[in-house]
């Protein structure tokens, strides 16, 4: 949210030491734009994210908590794999 016309710099920072590259965005008057971002996280665990606006005046949001939980694909092994069931009448 601006009051006035103008550019802001922004970048997005994670509690792993992300830090995405500085953006910018341009308001032709009073008012709010809606920023948003994306990081991968591969690992369960508790997170925070965070925007930094650097310019014009520097300031930092309150972080955003939160858990993930991955889901890892069961590893199934079958074995013996071939299975004679020998001879099946119909």
Avoid: H, K, M
Wanted: with cysteine; proline share 8%; net charge positive.
């Amino acid at each position: 949210t601006v009051n006035g016309p103008g550019t802001v710099t922004y970048r997005w920072e994670s509690s792993d030491g992300g830090i995405d590259p500085t953006r910018s965005i341009t308001f032709a008057r009073v008012g709010s734009q809606r920023v948003t971002a994306s990081f991968r996280w591969s690992t369960s665990g508790s997170y925070w994210q965070r925007v930094r606006v650097l310019t014009p005046n520097a300031i930092v949001s309150n972080r955003a908590n939160f858990t993930l939980t991955c889901e890892v694909p069961p590893d199934i092994d079958v074995r013996p794999l071939p299975v004679d069931f020998g001879a099946v009448a119909f």
